[in-house]
């Protein structure tokens, strides 16, 4: 549990009162004061999915229905007891809740998109029979209406009658002429709930009635005539009989209510907190805020974080905009960047952040001239996390991440008691050491001003001791100082980074930045001369700094320049990335398109190699066709030309290897043009540029040029038929072909060359 010292001193109260100021109820306003940062992620998961859902809401154009509304709380407490009745104007109070939950009720009955609200508000229902009961029997006055029921309906009727009857005849009866005379003005009026008319006291003995009062000048009796004092008395009674009828329909009222009482307040208190939540989107969308991630990791990270009360100022005002502040410490933090290697006088680069190890950061210190912005970014920080813990969205980017933790201790501040006689560095002190007992890994820690209010030198001792123990406790600790030897402190040790609010050094103005990875500095001296001390003064000042005050701040120069250096190597090497992303992004798409062309070009001769096979095949069936009327051997001839213009049409998509001379030697297969099939080389002739093959049992001899490398293409039975072609003479076709059990595609073949020799021979 937070404690309320903190909730108080980061100004969380304060972002309470203004989401206050949008709610519709006392009640309300009353829960929003309770709220507090909830230890438990999915609660918070919860609240932050409801406040999104109304948001998503109002962008659409959709409002939650709700208005102004009292609390029924004790109104509900009063009716409980058997046999308690309440007053009409108190009932009135009921109205624009009951009206508020009914038009809820109806507004989520057919919605799907908002389903964490439509479980929170499913079992609203209005109580419309009570509703329906108090809106025909009371009106907004509180009084009893006659369609409250039928016989309180005729009551006033009657009542409403006879009344009129008794003004009609008092009227004559102030007109007659015997009575007149006696009067001391003609007007009616009623006394004590009866009807008189003014007489004047010296003759009231002349006018026969009853007197019921006298004017306050002791002249004017009231006197109710004898005659209407029978219609007085009926209407007398037409009255107690309303009295006892309006009576009886407030107790049928509140006996539904008492009867519906547990479950009536169960449905306000979930009423208030809609209006809880509505109040909170609105505030939300007042500051544009966003919702934060809650991470179980240890990592603070703030991207484009304002402090809300600062921007609701900047609203109000109208004056200007809020310098967003961007935080990262612990865990999901960026790795540390090596260092170089250090020779003489050469210091780590400030983007090393926290020593010369590796480790994670989980101390930050931040240094800077006063009024920079220290203290704000402090509270920025803690104050974002406070209300991300509550599920209430923060002035930051949705990228912000806040881990979920079961305290946060501060110490910011003047602290000083005078009651419990405390300096101001005694209260620091004192409540650092409560820090102390309680940080932990489950803890974030903000300290203000570490190590001042005592002598510098023992002050900033004590404070890097404190920062190396809440280190070691695993506690996430981010602090404020203006003391140089703390800095040095958490530039040698690992794990902890210095920090700096930026300054124009140019006009001596804070630029409110909070920059990572390196010290700021107090820039006093400056301020000073601007805001008017003497030069004297000032320059007395400096001498007194003395040497190693003068080489530290020439140090952080020196860091900061090479910071500068760095960073722009940084970007150099980027863009020379970029670049060579580019021009890799370039050959991939000159090597797709390359592939591309070369696909087209192959399907290209593909398709035309395959128009040259039909082309021949065409002829090849005209030439069989024309064998049939001319000599085998003309026809054969045909062929052979044919097959020649094939082969060389072919040979323009894929040319011919061919093999030097040098390369031959004996025993070497090749592919021998003139019979399309492989041999065996078994002689060479170097000088005449010929060659001996042997091609299965025919040997031949071809020149250099109708040979070429292997392509596996050696059949012995079709050498030996093309060789015994070549020997014997012709043999006579067969007149005979049996095709019995072979497949159809098997036996056209056989069947194609049976008739295509048979019409060789004629």
Known sequence: MIRTETLRTLEFDKILSAIAGYAHSDATREEIELVRPLGDGGAIARRFGQVGEIRRMVQTGVSLPLSSFEDITPLLAAVRPEGAVLDPMELVILFPVLRTMTAIARQFAYRSDIPLLKELVGHLTGFPDILDELEVSIDSEGEILDSASPLLYDLRQKKRSLTERIRRRLAEIVRETGVTNFLQDDFITQRGGRWVIPVR?????????????????GETAFMEPLEIIGLANELENLVAEEKAEMIRIVRTICRMIRREADGMEEQFRTLVYLDLLNAVASFADSLGAETPEINDARFIRVNEGRHPLLALMAREREAGRVVPLDLALGSDSPSPQPSPPRGEGAFPPPLMGGGEGEGVDSVMVITGPNAGGKTISLKTTGLLHLMALAGIPVPAASTSS???????????????????????????????????????????????????????????AISCAVLADLQERGALVIATTHLTDIVGFVHKR??????????????????????????????????????????????????MLGRMETEFHELLAEL?????????????????????????????????????????AVEKALQEAREIVRGARRDVNAIIEEARREKSREARRKIDEAEAQVEAKLQ?????ETLSLDAIHEGDTVFVKGIGHDGTITAVDRKGGRLRVRAGAMELEVVVADVAPRRGKATEA????GAGKKAAPEQEAPHELKLIGLRVDDALGRLERFLNHASLEG
Do not use: C
């Not at 003047?414 to 050491?433: G, K, P, R």
């Not at 920059?515 to 008017?532: F, V």
């Not at 250096?565 to 992303?581: K, N, P, S, T, V």
């Open 652 to 656: 323009e998509f894929h040319p011919e």
């Open 560 to 600: 900061k320049e090479q910071r500068r250096r760095h960073e722009e190597a940084l970007a150099e090497a980027e863009r020379l990335r970029r670049d060579a992303e580019e021009k890799a992004r370039i050959a991939r798409e000159r090597l797709a398109e390359a592939d591309t062309k070369r696909r087209e």
């Open 494 to 543: 690992d794990g902890m980074v210095n920090a700096s609010m930026e300054f124009d050094r140019e006009t001596l103005t804070p630029l409110y930045r909070l920059k990572k990875g390196e010290p700021g500095q107090s820039h006093a001296l400056e301020i000073a001369r601007r805001y008017g001390l003497p030069d004297r003064v000032v320059e007395f000042a400096t001498g």
């Open 718 to 721: 079709k050498l030996r038929a």
């Open 201 to 217: 006291m010296d003759s009231k003995g002349m006018v026969p009635g009853v007197v019921h009062d006298v004017s306050n000048s």
């Open 402 to 460: 806040f881990p979920l933790i079961s305290d946060l201790l501060v110490d910011i501040g003047d602290e000083q008691s005078i009651e419990q006689s405390l300096s101001t560095f005694s209260a620091h002190v004192s409540n650092i050491a409560q820090i102390l007992s309680r940080g932990d890994h489950r803890t974030v820690v903000l300290l203000d001003e570490l190590g001042t209010g005592t002598e510098p030198v023992q002050g900033a």
